[in-house]
């Protein structure tokens, strides 16, 4: 939460009781619009967005892509452009922010010889890149990932401070929901949960108290998960606690369930660094992994790696979703961006919704269109 401090009266003078009340209103969050007043929304989200690292530059030693040598920090917003077209008719865009942003020194998170650890922080310019990525809607970033502390508390903080000065909104610091300004006196509730968070995703019965709330004070809430196994070998969805790393990683289908449960409208998905099934709950919808979006680096962009989506859709006055589609994309080592005419994203998605939700998995046709399935 954003403290904003109240206007400090004049010497020997008491406050202008007009101005505490205005700067009490900014504190207590923006109005809330009742049903009639609320609008469609369109929203695009996508998985995770790593822009590159300056905590270890090494992997770009002695590296070409062709006849040009890799540059380990590439300007972000060359990075992040391909995506512009692709969000351009969203009035709000979700990203998860995959490592920190900032500069400096900052504390060693991963032991010497690790095979199994990536230490994330991106360029200070990351931030604004993020903005600029649909300059006509907002933009809102989640921290609710394993890389956000990647430089520490510090930096966590930073990476907060670089997102507002952008003017990137952020989620998934605390418990409490982030509002989403979406137009006259109409908000939409952003909450953001992992493992590693404040708001986890293991205490089910807090994940509704959580929801529930944000569902009371602003009617519709998009939630986002970062959860579950890695790699390719965790494609599929199992309703089961997963375990990477040696960590509890959660339970994506009961997480997401409990979320829907208490009010979600969306949820959204990221962690497993592949794309996951899309499943319908009701008139909710769950994207189960997004996949990796833009990662600039030394990670493995190969196969399933490289498959990434974005998930559009407009949100009703009533918290409904139509008009979803996946717009897929690609990348191309150390992780430059592109619409894929291929759709290979979305066909991923469709096959592993037929096999791991049968009954509720979403129907997705080669060009991207989510739908019920029929009975």
């Keep these: 939460m954003t403290l904003i401090p109240l ?19 900014l504190i207590s969050g923006v109005a809330i619009a009742q049903p009639s007043t609320r609008k469609d929304v369109r929203f695009c989200a996508g998985g995770d967005v790593s822009l590159g690292t300056n905590l270890d530059t090494s992997w770009s030693v002695n590296r070409f892509d062709g006849d040009t040598r890799v540059r380990a920090l590439p300007d972000p917003r060359d990075l992040l452009a391909p995506l512009s077209p692709l ?13 920190a942003i900032g500069d400096g020194p900052a504390p060693r998170k991963c032991a010497r010889r690790s ?16 903005r600029h990525v649909n300059d006509s809607g907002v933009v809102v970033g ?24 952008a003017g990137v909104l952020t989620t998934g610091a605390d418990t409490l929901a982030t509002p989403v300004p979406v137009g006259d006196a109409d908000t939409i509730a952003v909450l953001g949960f ?19 709330r944000a569902a009371e004070r602003y009617g519709r809430v998009i939630v986002t998960m970062h959860i579950g196994a890695e790699g390719a070998t965790a494609r599929h969805t199992p309703d089961r606690i997963e375990h990477f790393a040696g960590e509890n990683r959660g339970n994506s289908v009961a997480f997401a369930r409990a979320a829907v449960e208490a009010g979600a409208s969306l949820v959204i998905g990221s962690g497993p660094h592949v794309l996951r099934a899309i499943e319908w709950n009701g008139r909710s919808l769950i994207a189960h992994s997004l996949g990796n979006l833009v990662t600039y680096g030394p990670f493995n962009h190969s196969g399933y790696n490289d498959h990434g989506a974005l998930l559009c859709a407009t949100l009703t006055p009533d918290g409904s979703v139509r008009d979803a589609v996946l717009r897929s994309t690609t990348q191309r080592a150390p992780g430059y ?3 894929d005419p291929a759709n290979l994203g979305a066909r991923d998605v469709a096959e592993l919704s037929r096999q791991d939700f049968p009954a509720t998995g979403a129907e997705i046709s080669p060009s991207g269109e989510i739908k019920p399935r029929p009975r």
Excluded: F, K, M
Aim: aromatic share 4%; glycine share 6%; hydrophobic share 45%.
């Design 142 to 165: 989640n921290v609710a990932n394993n890389h956000a502390h990647d430089a520490g508390e510090a930096g966590l903080l930073e990476t907060r401070r670089w997102l507002a000065q």
């Design 7 to 25: 206007p400090q009266p004049a010497s020997g003078r008491n406050p202008n009781p007009a101005s505490v009340l205005a700067a009490l209103i």
């Design 87 to 99: 969000v351009s008719d969203a009035g709000l865009v979700l990203l998860n922010v995959e490592g």
């Design 337 to 339: 961006v592109q619409a």
């Design 194 to 212: 992992s493992p590693w968070s404040i708001a986890g995703v293991t205490d089910l019965d807090a994940v509704r108290r959580h929801v529930t």
């Design 115 to 130: 095979t199994l650890c990536y230490a994330l922080r991106q360029q200070p310019a990351a931030a604004a890149a993020l």
